[in-house]
Nanobody, 124 residues
Framework: QVQLVESGGGLVRAGESLRLSCAASVGRTFNTYAMGWFRQAPGKERDFVAAITWSGGGTKYADSVKGRFTVSRDNAKSTVYLQMNSLKPEDTAVYYC????????????????WGQGTQVTVSS
């Protein structure tokens, strides 16, 4: 069973930055998983934010975060990151980490495993 634990959320002001982390309990097989970040604002559906292939060689972003957010991973630490810069109030949401076992070269949009989420609140 894959367990994902997010951290790094918090309350920041518009224009500031946060870095989210997601630690995966998959040991040495982490490099067989593509990883994604999603978010869900109050009263809204969960939306795709960013994804990264197993190797880190491919990334994909939602249009709303392109140029501001960067997804990366450290396979030696079984951890994926989401660097969020120039945060806006509309980025306020619970952010979820997700994983799927695939060695495809394109970041997927469908995932099998999910974390519990971490709250990000951006004040204006």
């Amino acid at each position: 069973q894959v367990q994902l634990v997010e951290s790094g959320g918090g309350l920041v002001r518009a224009g500031e930055s946060l870095r989210l982390s997601c630690a995966a309990s998959v040991g040495r097989t982490f490099n067989t998983y593509a990883m994604g970040w999603f978010r869900q604002a109050p009263g809204k559906e969960r939306d795709f934010v960013a994804a990264i292939t197993w190797s880190g060689g491919g990334t994909k972003y939602a249009d709303s975060v392109k140029g501001r957010f960067t997804v990366s991973r450290d396979n030696a630490k079984s951890t994926v990151y989401l660097q969020m810069n120039s945060l806006k109030p509309e980025d306020t949401a619970v952010y979820y980490c997700a994983a799927v076992r695939t060695r495809g070269t394109t970041p997927p949009l469908n995932y099998d495993y999910w974390g519990q989420g971490t709250q990000v609140t951006v004040s204006s």
